[in-house]
């Protein structure tokens, strides 16, 4: 499986992005797809995902400010990213909880990561 993120780069605080992220592969089916983030020197943190089912979650530092949205069944998801902090500045990694045509067993599969920098 192969996740392919774009949509980072620089903006203001206060801004706005949107990342995206594609899956594509031997993929039979997904039941998630979402985002985490690590800044420099700090553990990999939570942001948001989305089922299959259409439910949704975001972590506590994003909440009201970044929402989630994709086509699970064409296997994208979106990261509309508000009124941006500083704070927010990491490398957004994309993930997908999927099962392959070889392989039965429900993995979690990761993106490269695309920089988001929130500065003035």
């Known amino acids: 499986v192969h996740l392919v993120e774009s949509g980072g780069g620089l903006v203001q605080p206060g801004g706005s992005l949107r990342l995206s992220c594609a899956a594509s592969?031997?993929?039979?089916?997904?039941?998630?797809m979402g985002w985490y983030r690590q800044a420099p020197g700090s553990e990999r943190e939570y942001v948001a995902h989305?089922?299959?089912?259409?439910?949704?979650n975001q972590g506590e530092p994003v909440k009201g400010r970044f929402t989630i949205s994709g086509d699970i069944g064409k296997n994208t998801v979106y990261l509309q990213m508000s009124r941006l902090k500083p704070e927010d500045t990491a490398v957004y990694y994309c993930?997908?909880?999927?099962?392959?045509?070889?392989?039965?067993?429900?993995?979690?599969?990761w993106g490269q990561g695309t920089q988001v920098t929130v500065s003035s």
């Open positions: 592969g031997n993929i039979s089916r997904i039941t998630m």
């Open positions: 989305i089922t299959s089912l259409g439910d949704s």
């Open positions: 993930y997908t909880e999927a099962v392959t045509m070889n392989n039965p067993e429900l993995l979690i599969y």
